[in-house]
């Protein structure tokens, strides 16, 4: 992994975990909510106290329900923990057998009254098992109650019950259907921070290396024509050279550590000296310390760069001016302007980097007859 994937995976864990940290309340505690709803196997109780039955087949039929909400809050409590792929193979199965067999237990007892149970099953499956298997135990246990009323010859008794049943169900299937949406954007939201931190990292490490190795080209160059007739200048170029690589090592590793903070006036005095190497005359009009707001030191010395870079590559240039001015910065050349096309200039990244930061961007002709590119705020 490089170092900007591992920056932009840093803060894709650390969205991660505030996503689990304001999670972690409903996994410590989700399982109340499900204990709120046991009231209702008051009706199971009743159900049971009205049966009649002896000591033994009562005290029997409450331990069944007793055990029945020990499953049925266990099964909550460890799904809300495990891993969902964990949970449905190690124990949402297990749970769910043991309520069915619970139910079973008390149909001997108390007969069809069991149905109050069913609602249970319902929400315990639609919470831990996946979404075809809620499928699978809902539509099973609203048909099973449907027809075994039918067969004990009163439907209409237990048609509430049955309603309840389709709440639940409907009410928890798309419950659960919010929550998965929510991690899924959730996980999407990750996804689009990494793209975009790699997309700023691979844009400053262009930036960086696209003005200095301009710079060390035209030096180079220049060295060279000079290493017979001067050598003394010949050297200092290398000299120069050597230095801009070395600054553009440090930019680079400061860029990715995501700490590059530009000095306004540092970078547009690394921009004249650089200018002047080629051959270009600079002139500086106003004063960026004090027109420049400091929050846009840092865009507008980019700006100043990748202009700085198209009055050398490009503009066949003798003369730039840059202008500073309250609520503005404009450079221009004397060169051969934007001619029929912009592509390779750098305009789209100058634009996008000023819009970013809500500085206008402009470019035009210049009045000293070549390209203008302009910065307002």
Known sequence: MTIPETRAAARSSAAATDASSARSGWERHGWLLSAIWLIFLGYTVAAVIQADLGPGLLTLALLLIAVFIGVYLTGFILGNRLDPEAK?????????GALVAIMLGMGAIIGLDTIYMSPFL???????????????????????????????GDVTAYLYIVAIQVGIFVLNMVTFAFIEAGTRSDEIQADLAVVSERERVARDVHDVLGHTLTVVAVKAELAERLITDDP?????????????VRGALTDVRT????????????????????????????????????????????????LLREAGTNVLRHAQATRCLIRFAPGSVIVEDDGVGWGASTAGNGVCGMSERMAEVGVGFRIGAAELGGARVEASW
């Open 122 to 152: 319902i929400a315990y499956a639609c919470f831990l098992l996946p979404r075809a298997g809620a499928w699978v135990v809902g539509i099973a246990s609203i048909g099973l109650t449907l027809l075994l009323s039918a067969l004990a």
């Open 88 to 96: 449905w193979v190690r124990w949402t199965p297990l749970g769910l």
């Open 232 to 244: 003394e200048r010949s050297r200092a170029e290398i000299a120069e050279i050597r230095s801009l």
């Open 255 to 302: 860029t990715v550590g995501g700490l590059l903070g530009i000095d306004l006036p540092h970078q547009l005095e690394a921009l004249r000296i650089t200018l002047n190497g080629a051959g270009i005359d600079v002139e500086i009009e106003g004063d960026p310390a004090g027109q420049v707001p400091r929050k846009f030191h840092g865009p507008l010395g980019w």
